[in-house]
Nanobody
Framework: QVQLVESGGGLAQPGGSLRLSCVVS????????IGWFRQAPGKEREGLSC????????YYEDSVKGRFTMSRDNAKNTVYLQMNNLKPEDARVYYC????????????????????????????WGQGTQVTVSS
């Protein structure tokens, strides 16, 4: 069973940067969509960014576009979220997840765009890493 472990959270000042990591293990399919989500207490978990392991296509929600960058290191089975120009409203618990699709085939660009904003398309989650943005 696939497992995900996030790290890299912590305290940043407004305008600062953090780099989150998500180590993925136990692959049971050839291809996945891996997404970054965040959640505040009492709020819905929201999708931020996704990457397809088929071709490294990336998708970003408008709230983070231009500030956050997702990437993948295939050799390390790790995905990253580089967060720049952090704002106080970015303070959340951040999670990574893999999509529920059981088909082992490639995840094309249209599929990534369709599933990324919605948590219910993702079934395996990491434990989360806390990001705090404060002066």
């Amino acid at each position: 069973q696939v497992q995900l472990v996030e790290s890299g959270g912590g305290l940043a000042q407004p305008g600062g940067s953090l780099r989150l990591s998500c180590v993925v293990s136990g692959f049971s399919k050839d291809y996945y969509v891996i997404g970054w989500f965040r959640q505040a207490p009492g709020k819905e978990r929201e999708g931020l960014s996704c990457i397809s392991t088929s071709n490294d296509y990336t998708y970003y929600e408008d709230s983070v576009k231009g500030r956050f960058t997702m990437s993948r290191d295939n050799a390390k089975n790790t995905v990253y979220l580089q967060m720049n120009n952090l704002k106080p409203e970015d303070a959340r618990v951040y999670y990574c997840a893999t999509d529920l699709r059981s088909n082992p085939g490639k995840r094309d660009d249209d599929y990534v765009v369709m599933v990324c904003p919605f948590k219910f398309f993702f079934g395996t989650w990491g434990q989360g890493t806390q990001v705090t943005v404060s002066s």
